[in-house]
Nanobody, 130 residues
Framework: QVQLVESGGGAVQVGGSLRLSCAYS????????IGWFRQAPGKNPEGIAS????????YYAGSVQGRFTISKDNAKKMVYLQMNDLNGEDAGVYYC???????????????????????GGQGTQVFVSA
């Protein structure tokens, strides 16, 4: 059974940093990617970063390029999102998702033209204050 569980959100001030964690199970990253989506209030989820599944570099949306870093620990089955220099537009609920289809879930959104699926959890909340 595919599962992804996010953690690490919290409240930070503008310019601060947070590291989000995603524990995954039920598949490997040999063939699939894990990505991070964030959802601001009243908006659709936005795909912001993804691991690579072909040895290439990770993907970053322009809004986080240079500030966020996605990394993975295959042995621990963990994916991380290091977020630096946070601003108000980074606030929202963050979900980790995979391009491995989860048949019991609707796609959270598209990234790199591919649908990504979360496990249906509540994500992890990030608050950024001035």
């Amino acid at each position: 059974q595919v599962q992804l569980v996010e953690s690490g959100g919290g409240a930070v001030q503008v310019g601060g940093s947070l590291r989000l964690s995603c524990a995954y199970s039920g598949f490997t990253l040999d063939y699939y990617r894990i990505g991070w989506f964030r959802q601001a209030p009243g908006k659709n989820p936005e795909g912001i970063a993804s691991t690579s599944n072909d040895g290439g570099p990770p993907y970053y949306a322009g809004s986080v390029q240079g500030r966020f870093t996605i990394s993975k620990d295959n042995a621990k089955k963990m994916v991380y999102l290091q977020m630096n220099d946070l601003n108000g537009e980074d606030a929202g609920v963050y979900y980790c998702a995979t391009d491995r289809t989860i048949t019991t879930q609707r796609a959270l959104g598209l990234m790199l033209g591919v649908p990504f699926f979360a496990s249906g959890g509540q994500g992890t909340q990030v608050f950024v204050s001035a």
